[in-house]
């Protein structure tokens, strides 16, 4: 089995910066495309961004120029850094990945539990 497991969220101010990370563990060979996603209370899960395995990136629109995701395959890592935060930017945080190839071969795709943003006005 894996497991993500993300980190990082808070409470911020507009205007702040936050950095959120989501690990992996279990016994991985390799993961794939990493997504990050968010929901707000009342509405539907949206993708924010994500990062294929050869490092190549996508953004919403709504965050271009704002968050930046990366990876360190070393550490089974993703992260994400918000910057200029918003008040609508206020969600749950997911990190979601694609593709976990685990050592047995299986490949899962797996969901974290997800990490609280606010940001005050």
């Known amino acids: 089995q894996v497991q993500l497991q993300e980190s990082g969220g808070g409470l911020v101010q507009a205007g702040g910066s936050l950095r959120l990370s989501c690990e992996a563990s279990g016994s991985i060979r390799s993961m794939n495309d990493m997504y990050w996603y968010r929901q707000a209370p009342g509405n539907q899960r949206e993708l924010v961004g994500g990062?294929?395995?050869?490092?190549?990136?996508n953004y919403a629109d709504f965050v271009k120029g704002r968050f930046t995701v990366s990876r360190d395959n070393t550490k089974n890592t993703v992260y994400l850094q918000m910057s200029s935060l918003k008040p609508e930017d206020t969600a749950v945080y997911y990190c979601y990945a694609e593709r976990v190839v685990l050592t047995s071969g299986v490949g899962l795709a797996t969901w974290g539990q997800g990490t609280q943003v606010t940001v005050s006005s």
């Open positions: 990062i294929r395995n050869d490092g190549s990136v």
